[in-house]
């Protein structure tokens, strides 16, 4: 059985064909337009182009998922607001039914995401995962009880719109300091430039000559050539994203917990430290049984993956 | 068909007879003793005078269900810690089905009250709670999907210990600026205290002469009567508490959101500036679809029909 699965991004419509345990067969992509019809055009292109990889026919295919930004409506199939795709209360799931014959599912990008590592990637095997995504913002999604889970609202899990500093920085949401506004690449690279600007004798000035070059890497190669302000940010910021993970963990207690973004590259730089942090944080730190940390396997099949796979897990 | 669901208490422990839709039929309570044995009789005690309140024998219920503190295993039946009640793994399922010839079920008295809740208070005809509990610390259940949710560790809903304030108080669990240093009516306490000590001639000290006489009240009284000081640590304290329910609101989206405990019989006194500050705090603020926030509904009642409730639900 074959299920299709379309990643839609602001820069290209990711099509894959993916077999019931996951596996992705096959992917094709191409460029993103504007607008509800030339998106829908592309996703069906995007689909026939995968199948046509995968030496199948799209009518083979059992459904299309599609993993979308911004606030939908999955039960009928509608974007509200995608602002960076120009979708406003686009019917989509519909549209795309018409044009590929099969029925077609909406979800949120950042849930299809964890829904995706949890089948295929860093939750294997396991009965619960909560995926974080280091990016822009902090995105977020869970799988529960082995079932992808979205609330009542469907915006279950906008983890990255939890308070950890009551009052802090402005949040894009409305709120004062989100976890999101500290914990993303964008409050890494805030804090660094906050820093330099604090500091103008900080290597960081090496590395990144004027603030607009800082970016996710610049405070982590800083602090690797020895530079302390450097080091500061990251400790800072390390004590930052494990607080909401530690929030994260003593609410829901799921067996894993991945981060991925481009952060993530860092590896044994990042996750070292924050096991530590984590080992004093949690409320089950002397249990037997603990959450398992550790870094998304997908990068950005995940969204293709899960979208395939919310027929089977929603 | 018949369930025995059993609260334990510092002070007593509490039986009830409960149907299979969570109706409370009858209920007794026993002084609560201290160790193993002991307060396994008594629990048998507890549960033989309420069935013979309910008019039925012990043997004609299905099972018991076992709402405790402390730190317990729900799948061995056995509570590690309960410090105040002097248990240390004990196998308190083992003991209870010993003398009462009925299988039993053990709990966090947390996760049992949500229970309760969700089948017979605040939650009937919803599918999705989560309630928390404003006392000594701040406690919190939750029921998603209609099946009581304990996470991997059986301690998930751990809400209480999740930092708002980074850096901020130290917290028993050994965090700081966790939301029950802050939310519970020990962190109003708290703060109502330290606001008189900061201000020697507010009207607080009118109705507490001294700082042993403050208690969740004190700070509400006060306001009530005109005292700006009293009116500042409540504005204080319902951000801090409207802060953590907005966090679990972005994560869980639950249908519904009950707060209990002692404080909340200030009813709209609390509820009316909650709820404003949720309405510019939620993720989903501007959605069709709004968690619905109100009181529980049982009362200490939460935890006898919620644990009698465990085995249709987990």
């Known amino acids: 059985m074959y299920y299709v699965g379309i990643d839609l991004g602001g ?7 993916v077999d019931g345990e996951g596996r992705l067969l096959a992917k094709a992509s191409v460029p993103c337009p504007r607008g509800a019809e030339p998106i829908a055009d592309s996703i069906a292109q995007a689909a026939r182009l995968a199948a046509e990889k995968a030496g199948v026919e799209v009518s083979q295919a059992r459904s299309v998922g599609l993993a979308s930004p911004g606030n939908i409506d999955p039960e009928g199939g509608v974007v509200f607001h995608a602002y960076n795709l120009e979708l406003d209360h686009a019917p989509l799931a519909d549209m795309v039914t018409q044009r590929l014959g099969l029925p077609a599912l909406l979800e949120n ?3 299809a995401a964890a829904l995706g590592e949890f089948v295929a ?3 294997m095997g396991h009965k619960s995962l909560v995926a974080v995504t280091l990016g822009t ?12 889970y979205t609330g009542f609202n469907y915006s279950g899990m906008e983890a990255g719109h939890t308070v950890i500093h009551r009052g802090g920085r402005a949040c894009t949401c409305g709120r004062k300091g989100c976890w999101e506004a500290y914990a993303s690449a964008t409050g890494l690279i805030r804090s660094t430039r906050e820093a330099m600007e604090a500091n103008p004798h900080s290597g960081l000035w090496r590395l990144a000559p004027t603030l607009d070059q800082v970016n996710g890497k610049t405070p982590f190669d800083a602090a690797q050539a020895g530079d302390a302000v450097a080091q500061a940010v990251l400790d800072e910021y390390i004590e930052d994203l494990a607080c909401g993970l530690a929030n994260l963990i003593n609410i829901l207690q799921p067996e894993v917990l991945c981060i991925g973004g481009g952060i993530c590259a860092q590896g044994e730089n990042l996750l070292a430290p924050l096991r530590s942090a984590l080992n004093r944080e949690e409320f089950t730190k002397d249990s037997p049984r603990r959450t398992k940390l550790c870094v998304a396997q997908l990068g950005n099949d995940a969204g293709i993956i899960g979208g395939a796979m919310v027929p089977l897990y929603r």
Chains 1, 2 share one sequence.
């Open 11 to 17: 820069t290209n419509v990711a099509a894959g064909i």
């Open 109 to 111: 990008d950042a849930n």
């Open 121 to 123: 990637g860093a939750g």
């Open 137 to 148: 913002g902090v995105g977020s999604g869970a799988v529960l009880e082995g079932k992808l």
